[in-house]
């Protein structure tokens, strides 16, 4: 008989619970469930067929192995969160924001982030009246005050917005709650320092606010300073030289109209005085030695004081007007849009054609939106072309979408901080105001 040898017995001892682990390890191995498939951006479509659009565009972002939980998926366009309409395993539908911008579409499901092509985002442009239009003189809301002039508007960093008058010499003030009251001048023409109604003005057309809160006033040929609580002050006398147009900027105050620019301190110092060299029937640009100029209306400064931005008026030629701009870095002044031609032409900026420009903003983005008063149109030069916004339609009083609405005299132009832009229609005595989304 065979007998089993004590190192057999220790052999299969060893090797049994190998054995055994590899047995676990394999039935583990096959127990595991398959990894989740990695989901993968394909492209994206809209309706339209093209990567663009105004707000509530629904984009469809086509791919695979996407999760259908609406709250694990997210989809942003310039960083902006878009609404996740729908889901399956390859389509995701989405609606953009208002105010959205253009930028890239990005994906995120469950963490996982996928970056698609820009999307191109057009602005839509909503315009309503602010003010009721009926004339006369009384305080309170604007649904029911009465104004008797509404030629520009300046806004401050609280959104109050005041109101200047050219022909019936007062400041209104429009607080954010919307209610309308005088806040300095008396509707009598004339030249006196005080606290409200004891004030008077000439023609108080245009004003600024300055970094310090006050309210900065180009009044005929002074310039005239209300605080917040309606004291008015005059801190220049220029004597002989028309001040309209004005811009209170960090640096100091700049005014001006005609073939006058000034500069001058908060303390009423005189900086810099520019002189046209030619009369207001000629365009001569060029170093400021040689340059011709006639500045009509408000002016605009960027945001480094290197350039102020005005509306020439051509005399002589119907209104005809000019965008120029004058650099305060090399003292030139060059012709940047328009022609000496009155018209209503759009398209790039050199063949355009304005009919008296009031008054000129730069929105947040750049684009320099412009009152082309007997056009009755709002305008925007950006990237080198010129675009008509409102007033499409031809002159009136319409509200609605910037295709069909329509304005009237339009003299003064403001955007409060919320980006919203306010305009002084003249002839309809109202202010208008249009959101831009």
Known sequence: MKTTTPALIKSVIIILPVLFS??????????????????????????GGTLSGKKNTVITINGSNFITDLSKIKVLVNDNDCQVLSATSAT????????????????????????????????????S????????????HVATAKLDEIESVAIDKQNNKFIGQYIHSKIWKIDNNDIATVFAGNGTAGIAD??????????????????DGNLYVADDNRIRKIDPQGN??????????????????????YSGSGGNFIKISYNGQLLWHLKSKGSGSTIIDGDTSIASFNMYGNIEIDSTEQNIY???NLLGSNNASQIRKFSLLDKTITTIAGTTTVGSQDGPAQNASFKLISDLRFDKSGGLWIADTYNN???LLKDGNVTTVIGISGPGDVDGDAATAKIKSPTGIAFDSNGVLFIACYDLIKLKKMVID
């Open 310 to 312: 005005f509306g020439n």
């Open 377 to 379: 149109k709002i305008r």
């Open 194 to 211: 005080g606290n409200g109604s004891a004030a008077q003005f000439t023609y108080p057309e245009y004003s600024s606010v300055g970094p």
């Open 232 to 253: 008015v002050s005059t801190i220049y006398n220029s004597g002989s030289i028309g001040l309209y147009g004005i811009k209170a900027m960090p640096g100091g105050i």
């Open 92 to 127: 995701i539908t989405a609606k953009i924001p208002p105010a959205c911008g253009t930028g890239k579409i990005v994906l995120i499901i469950d963490g996982k982030r996928m970056e698609g092509p820009e999307f191109t985002f057009v602005n839509s442009y909503t315009i």
């Open 22 to 47: 590899l047995f676990l390890f394999s039935c583990s191995k096959n127990d595991e469930p398959e990894p989740t498939p990695e989901p993968g951006l394909s492209n994206v479509t809209t309706v």
């Open 129 to 140: 009246s602010y003010t009721n239009g009926i004339a006369g003189v009384e305080n309170g």
